[in-house]
């Protein structure tokens, strides 16, 4: 039996309950609350009608650098981690939005440097805004961005960079960004046996 039965067989009691309730004693305070019991398990059973869905992270996007060959490709795969692992959709648009707290991206690759795109997804705090709008020492606020390099986002350096050239492929600007710069992944040394060891320690030694 799931839970969801579980939990629908428990309303139906309470329904049952607070309707005998109701049908056989007269006592006006029992009375109120064989009603609420009769409301409180029509409501579990109208909710638990409900088709129940989870609720899932999104999908983690992994690279393969060995499928990277043209600034083109790291693009193709900056855009998937723009809309899902980097999770920069939630805040940013790409063109007007209504739904939008934050900036609109739309071109920002032809605004700003690589640098400086890396910067500020990297070290978000390194500029602030200042209002300098009243009298005195001016109003500091700091940036609403997260760290897109530390948790819960966490991209690797490669992913940064992907997306980055994402943000210039969709301002028409040229990618600046070349496959080059990713970090290889690091393959573990084969194991020398104890044997092999010791004649390559006599081989050196000759």
Partial sequence: MS????LQLIGLCVV???TVILLFIKSQFTRVIGFVAIVLGLFALVALAVPQMASLPPAEESINIADIK???DMATIGQKIFFSK???ALC???GPSESARCPDLKGIGAKLSREFIFESLTEPQAYLYLDYRHEGIPKEYPARMPYINKNPIGLSKNEILSVIAFLQQMSGEPISVSPSEL???RTA???VKAADAGSLAVAQAR
Avoid: F, M, N, R
């Fill in 92 to 94: 940013h648009s790409i």
């Fill in 189 to 191: 040394p084969a194991p």
């Fill in 183 to 185: 970090d290889l992944p």
């Fill in 86 to 88: 980097g999770q920069c």
């Fill in 16 to 18: 049952g309950l607070g």
């Fill in 3 to 6: 839970e969801v039965v579980k």
């Fill in 70 to 72: 043209t600034p083109t």
